[in-house]
């Protein structure tokens, strides 16, 4: 059984740091492309980052770029998120991702295709 646990998420001041993580289980995780989205109340599902599982290639919206790095260990089938000059409209809930088949770029265009998501976990960027 597949499981993506998602942690690190919490309270933070406008212009801090948050470190997400993913651990991974039940799956090859190096044979899948890791991915990171958000969803904000009342808004849609976002996409904030890819991560291919080999040669960890990169991407980003350019709505987190500069801001926001991913990055992976397959040694500890874990997948990280580090964000930066976090701003308010950063806050929703952080889901982790994972998908076989897809680019990392793809994840942000095919999301309803994703083989598996976490459950999630909320960051709140105080003003």
């Known amino acids: 059984q597949v499981q993506l646990v998602e942690s690190g998420g919490g309270l933070v001041q406008a212009g801090g740091s948050l470190r997400l993580s993913c651990a991974a289980s039940?799956?090859?995780?190096?044979?899948?492309?890791m991915g990171w989205f958000r969803q904000a109340p009342g808004k849609e599902r976002e996409f904030v980052a890819g991560?291919?599982?080999?040669?960890?290639?990169?991407y980003y919206p350019e709505s987190v770029k500069g801001r926001f790095t991913i990055s992976r260990d397959n040694a500890k089938d874990t997948v990280y998120l580090q964000m930066n000059s976090l701003i308010p409209e950063d806050t929703a809930v952080y889901y982790c991702?994972?998908?076989?088949?897809?680019?990392?770029?793809?994840?942000?265009?095919?999301?309803?295709?994703?083989?598996?998501w976490g459950k999630g976990t909320l960051v709140t960027v105080s003003s």
């Open positions: 991560i291919s599982g080999r040669f960890w290639s990169t």
């Open positions: 991702a994972a998908d076989r088949l897809l680019s990392p770029q793809g994840m942000g265009t095919s999301s309803n295709a994703i083989d598996y």
């Open positions: 039940g799956l090859t995780f190096s044979n899948y492309v």
